[in-house]
């Protein structure tokens, strides 16, 4: 079955696109891929405008209800390879192929990693990266969040419910987060321990995390003790889409789009945290943003291009046909 727009991704971007593309009355097909991206696991959010609090996977529940009642399509799935034939896309998703008039790229941005030795094979073994899914094992223990962002000072407000202590390790020279998850953090006192200037030099443990060694001593040694570390150090985009399609990146691997989120490939649209647009500032309200403005720049080009793809596919039929 061909849709006139396929949409990769169902975070923040994703979902607000499949609502805008629906009213529009355009077939919309969401591949999910994670459901909900960053936003499914990121505890409460408290700055969604309308919404004094509320859980991240609860919101982006909400949004994929309200994409479902006005009729987009939900394929569980990941999107593994987007090929393109004249003015058709083809999505492959395991077996299955999906054929599409436009494309909506809303797969957001991949967490970053320190790179260390032995980070790998001690994921979910004492070094994880979600503090929402992993946090509460940790209840009465000894922690470490290594960042310095708003996004782990957020991290240690959820993990302080559980852990014993905290030490979160900073490279800077100070903490840039929003004041009130700052301030949040600030009065849980002797509970949360910043290590300012410093990093993590290396991962000790065979099956499973015993201690992290700093770069520099910390009470007269560099060796630390701990649980489990939680790493939040930013996100990095997914370039494989952009890479076989073509698609144009900014110097950090960013997609490029203009302000109507229109990528340099005609019929390819880009939304959300794997774009340029609005720079370092990746949030929900913005995402959203971008999913309805691109929703609404595919509608356009579909309302001109559209019947080029079926019109394409019907004169390759009829030759082979004749053939």
Not at 31 to 59: H, K, Q, R, V, W
Request: charged letters at 25%; glycine letters at 12%; proline letters at 2%.
């Amino acid at each position: 079955m061909k849709h006139d727009l396929i949409i990769i991704g169902s975070g923040a971007a994703g979902l607000s696109a499949a609502l805008y593309a629906r009213r529009y009355k355009m077939e919309t097909l969401v591949i999910e891929g994670e459901f909900g991206g960053e936003t499914a696991t990121a505890g409460t959010i408290e700055n969604y405008p309308g919404i004094l609090s509320i859980d991240g996977l609860e919101l982006m529940q909400a949004m994929k209800n309200q994409a479902k009642e006005y009729g987009a399509i939900f394929e569980k799935g990941k999107a593994e390879k987007i090929t393109s034939d004249g003015n058709c896309f083809v999505v492959k998703v395991g077996v299955k192929e999906f054929q599409g008039d436009t494309i909506i790229l809303a797969i957001g941005s991949e967490r970053r990693h320190l790179g260390l030795l032995n980070e790998k094979e001690l994921t979910g073994k004492g070094v994880h990266y979600c503090v929402t899914c992993d946090g509460p094992v940790y209840n009465g223990k000894i922690v470490a969040m290594v960042g310095g962002g708003d996004s782990s000072v957020k991290g240690v407000n959820f993990l302080s419910e559980y852990a014993k202590k905290i030490y979160f390790i900073v490279r800077g020279d100070k903490v840039q987060a929003e004041p009130t998850n700052l301030e949040r953090m600030n009065k849980l006192g002797d509970k949360v321990e910043v290590l300012l200037e410093t990093e993590v030099e290396e991962i000790v443990g065979k099956k499973f995390l015993e201690k992290l060694v700093l770069k520099k001593e910390y009470q007269g040694s560099k060796d630390l003790k701990v649980d489990a570390m939680f790493v939040e150090v930013g996100f990095d985009p997914d370039k494989t889409f952009a890479k076989q399609l073509g698609i144009t990146l900014d110097e950090k691997g960013y997609m490029e789009v203009d302000n109507l989120m229109r990528t340099n490939v005609p019929g390819v649209f880009a939304a959300g945290d794997a774009t340029n647009h609005f720079g370092r500032f990746k949030q929900d309200i913005t995402a959203s943003a971008l999913g309805a403005v691109a929703a609404t720049s595919a509608y356009e080009h579909y309302q001109t291009h559209g019947d080029f793809c079926e019109f394409h596919g019907k004169v390759t039929e009829d030759k082979n046909n004749k053939e």
